[in-house]
């Protein structure tokens, strides 16, 4: 369980697997962290939290990612270390009690500021070739990003 | 008729460069290669013909999807790829343009000689890079307010002129004159602003770069001289784009589209091609919205470019003015643009949305876009190539409103993975080879960028220029050679 860099001719392609749904989405985030930055330091930064929703389960791992870029450029912070507390299904549209209507994420990052890493922009998460699969003992993803 | 089996894809020629990949399903219109074998054998191993041919499934999609010479897999429409969308029946796909909006090359001349530069190198390599940010987290030249931001979004390179960093020259030699009409900054979102406001005049990473280069032929005498080239002469190229704005820009409508047309995304099949059907309220906000991204792109280009004029006047001891440190040209590589062309057999007139990612518009001598200073022998095209191979200015060509929406190549086209360059090359035996054996100068803010940038994971610029001439899209004027780069 984790995260490889694959191949692509431009740009950079993150392949992950968990044994849930929540470690898939942490080994791809530590995948676009490691696709920034070949060494990134142990303890550096301070730990930051972000909070996710989306319409479809494969919108927010996309909306996830994005959010960790922007933060990236507006912190000036490579998060790393990433953490996904939950991942929240919406609830049954029968079940007339039930307020949450979409997918929702609570993660936190370590934020290592990105002076104190030699790091190179990714530029943005992509759909393309994307995949979010439910296998026999987990999950795997596959992520194209934009270099 | 000769055909070329690419994996499974047919490939039918249709003459010399000329290869079109059949319609066939659900294809709208058929596919186009423009390339010679030896390129076509460096695509057909990935995923560049699968999404040229991916690109003919948008509505409104006119008379061919075309791949130029240098083109290469990218996400959704390939590297290299041109689309014209019709404008009205049609769609506009932020996918098709990049993230990278305006992503895009400009050149300045200076009348220095090599001779002149030659012991200065290290000097202006170390100025140029202390005073250029690059890199991720490197700052910007200009760090403004969200009031700035607008105003840059909506004026473009008319709030650098009014704030001291460019002259009015530097307009008239650049494309829409650094103004893109109906820029709107109210549909950048807030994000996107935040990004981009303290990025302004930084070249970013991965393959940008600002290159100090000397002209070493000139094919062309008399185009040449209409661009103010000539042998020996040093030249500054610099490459970047519209930054973090941009490129949230493009996330942000990706989604909208997805949330608010899931009708057309559902008949696209990569969902990177996600399109707003023309006329949508949708898809004139995105219009609106690129257009302010693209002025965004055009001032970053102008801050790096002002400040490079500063650099050399202290390593140079003399005024940027004395140098004659003017514009030739500055074209956008990933962009959508409203233009009229006339398509179809009977010659109709249609108004279309003309995509260009990792494609540079090539028109021709005499058309009305063409800037002033240049219509009578066609607007300049720069193809940057690896830093250790040259670089080409060529002009619009005569062929290009037929065969390719007035469009050519943009580059030489990546060949290797990053990941795969950084097993096979090392940043720091790649710098010590460029100055040693070719007395070219590199600073970087990563070792690693330099491996992966590294000369030999291009294609062949040279054969990918053949190509453009050979066709009539993009005539050869000048080559140039690096002196010194500095990239993130």
Known sequence: ??????????????????????????????????????EIPPETGERFSLTVTAERREALLFDYLGELIYLRDVRAELPVDNRVASIDAPADESDADAEATAWSLEASARGVPLAAVDAREVKAVTYSEMRLESVADGWEAYVVFDV | MTTYDANGITLERVREYVWEIPQEGDMRVPARVLASEALLEQIEDDKTLEQIKNTTHLPGITDHAICMPDGHQGYGFPVGGVGALDAENGCISPGAVGYDINCGVRM?????????VQGHEEELVDSLFANVPS?????????????????????????ALENGHAVEDDLLHCEDEGMREGADPDKVSQKAKDRGKNQIGSLGSGNHFLEVQRVTDVFDGEVGEAYGL?????????????????????NDYLRKIEQQHEGLLNQLPDAELAAAPAGSQLAEDYYAAMNAAINFAWVNRQLIMHRTRQVFERVFDRSWE?????LLYDVAHNIAKKETHTVGEDGEERELYVHRKGATRAFPAGHPEVPKAYRDVGQPVIIPGSMGAGSYVLRGGENSMDLTFGSTAHGAGRLM??????????????????EEQNQIYVKAQSGATVAEEAPGVYKDVDEVVRVSDALGIGDKVARTFPVCNIKG
């Open chain 1, 1 to 38: 369980m984790g995260f490889e860099l694959r191949d692509h001719t431009a740009d950079v392609a993150v392949a992950a697997t968990g044994d849930s749904l929540e470690a898939v989405f942490e080994a791809t985030a530590d995948g676009l962290a490691a696709a920034s930055c070949d």
């Open chain 2, 230 to 250: 000539s042998e020996d002469q040093i030249v500054v190229l610099i490459h970047c784009g519209s930054r973090g704005l941009g490129h949230q820009t493009c």
């Open chain 2, 322 to 326: 004395e140098m004659d440190m003017h």
């Open chain 2, 417 to 434: 993975s990053r990941t795969q360059a950084k097993n096979e090359f090392w940043g720091g035996d790649v710098q010590q080879d460029l």
């Open chain 2, 108 to 116: 300045m001349r200076t009348n220095l000689t090599y001779d002149e």
């Open chain 2, 135 to 159: 890199g991720l987290g490197g700052g910007g030249i200009v760090e403004a307010g969200v009031d700035t931001v607008d105003e840059i979004l909506a004026r473009g390179v008319d709030w």
